[in-house]
């Protein structure tokens, strides 16, 4: 049952209790499943992850629309300017119509930096590297900068052994942030600070900064490894990386770009095979709109 909350103010008050009866709601479901539901496990990093799905995922596009030829007018839902993408997930009626991107009218000077020299996530220093180019080279005093990690671990190792080597910086991870209903006020009144997010907490703080110099992605921000999304890709593309993966991520990925545009000055992506492999050139090739630079 959910109980009064002894926090004051309101926004995070209504966001806590709304979690909690969401918690309440699936417990109640899982103790009482309905015959439509299905239940997934994934583990990574040491941690479980359980969906609840109440009822069957239907592709609307595929099944009650498939009649009809979809038209889309967008650059930002094609990647490497081919639509494969599109059709694979819609189905094949579909009709491509580009148009001029608004962002060739703003001023010419927005950068994407794109690392070539940093290790592979594979390699065994990569970690360590990343850690001190972020501290060394980027995270600078008089910067207002956003850092996004791969997942919350490689947050919370980063903050844990950097807070407090990084000299005119005040490092905040968002574990200790504070809720965002107060830490776009509390932002407002920092002139330099580095803010350590995740990729999955991204649509939830892109709201409460603005004014940065630096946007800092470690990687493109593929879906963690056995989420549900890659599940039922398996079922239904044969390559799951190349005709899902690699073009959801990127379609995402501008999504975040386009939001992030007047908010910084300047982005930063460490990820050294976006500039060294064939499939990662595909992400740069599918960026219009920015000055795109490797370093």
Do not use: C
Request: aromatic residues 10%.
């Amino acid at each position: 049952q959910v109980g009064e909350s002894p926090i004051t103010n309101q926004l995070a008050k209504s966001r806590q209790i709304e979690h909690t009866q969401n918690l309440a709601n699936y417990y109640r479901d899982l103790s009482n499943p309905v015959p439509s539901a299905k239940i997934y496990l994934s583990g990574f990093a040491g941690r479980v992850s359980m969906y609840l799905i109440r009822r069957p995922v239907i592709n609307i596009w595929q099944t009650q629309l498939k009649s009809l030829t979809l038209a889309l007018v967008s650059n930002g839902l094609l990647v490497n300017g081919r639509s494969d993408f599109l059709a694979n997930v819609l189905g094949e009626r579909i009709e491509i119509g580009l148009i001029p991107s608004p962002l060739k009218d703003v001023e010419v000077g927005k950068q994407i930096l794109i690392t070539r020299d940093l290790p592979e996530r594979k390699d065994e220093v990569y970690q360590f590297a990343i850690f001190d180019y972020l501290k060394n080279k980027l995270i600078k005093p008089n910067e207002r900068t956003l850092v996004v990690f791969s997942n919350q671990a490689q947050t919370l190792e980063f903050f844990e052994a950097n807070k407090s080597q990084i000299e005119g910086v005040e490092v905040l991870s968002q574990n200790v942030a504070g809720n965002v209903e107060i830490l776009k006020d509390k932002l407002v009144g920092m002139s330099s600070f580095a803010l350590l997010i995740n990729n999955s907490s991204i649509p939830k703080y892109l709201p409460v900064v603005e004014n940065l110099d630096k946007v800092i992605f470690l990687t493109l921000p593929f879906d963690p490894p056995g989420t549900l999304g890659q599940v039922i890709a398996k079922e239904r593309f044969k390559d799951e990386f190349t005709d899902y993966g690699l073009p959801r991520s990127t379609i995402k990925f501008r999504n975040y770009l386009a939001q992030f545009y007047f908010k910084t000055k300047e982005i930063w992506i460490l990820d050294s095979r976006l500039a060294n492999t064939d499939w990662g050139r595909t992400v740069p090739q599918s960026l219009s709109g920015f000055q795109i630079l490797e370093v």
